[in-house]
Nanobody
Framework: QVQLVESGGGSVRTGGSLTLSCTIS????????MGWYRQVPGQQRELVAI???????NYADSVKGRFTISRDNAKNIMHLMMDNLKPEDTAVYYC???????????WGQGTQVIVSS
C-alpha cells in the first residue's frame, strides 16, 4: 500500500516561489510515474509535471521554465519547485503515483497554492 502526503502550499505574491513536497509511505520504487496535478474549483484536474524514474520529466507548457519536478527514491520524497508564480497558478495541487503493472493510481489529499497579484 502506498500513501502520499503533500506539504508546502501557501500564499505568495506574483513572482514569488514555493516548493511543494510529497512524502511517500511504502515503496517508492514500485511507483513507475509520479506527478503533480492541480485543480481549480469547477475545472478539471490538469497535469502540471511528471517524473518517470528519477531522470525523465515532462511539464505542462504553462509551467515550463518556471517549475521543476524532482524525485528522490532513496528518501521517498518528490518535490515541485515553483518559481515566478502567477495568479493563474492558484489551485489545489495534488501528488500522484502510478504503478503501471497493477494499474494502481494513488493520490494525496492536496495542498492549496494561492498567488495574489
Amino acid at each position: 500500500q502506498v500513501q502520499l502526503v503533500e506539504s508546502g502550499g501557501g500564499s505568495v505574491r506574483t513572482g514569488g516561489s514555493l516548493t511543494l513536497s510529497c512524502t511517500i509511505s511504502g515503496n517508492i520504487d514500485s511507483i513507475d510515474c509520479m506527478g503533480w496535478y492541480r485543480q481549480v474549483p469547477g475545472q478539471q484536474r490538469e497535469l502540471v509535471a511528471i517524473a518517470i524514474g528519477e531522470d525523465v520529466t515532462n511539464y505542462a507548457d504553462s509551467v515550463k521554465g518556471r517549475f521543476t519536478i524532482s524525485r528522490d527514491n532513496a528518501k521517498n520524497i518528490m518535490h515541485l519547485m515553483m518559481d515566478n508564480l502567477k495568479p493563474e497558478d492558484t489551485a489545489v495541487y495534488y501528488c500522484n503515483g502510478d504503478q503501471w503493472d497493477s494499474a494502481q493510481s494513488y493520490w494525496g489529499q492536496g495542498t492549496q497554492v494561492i498567488v495574489s497579484s
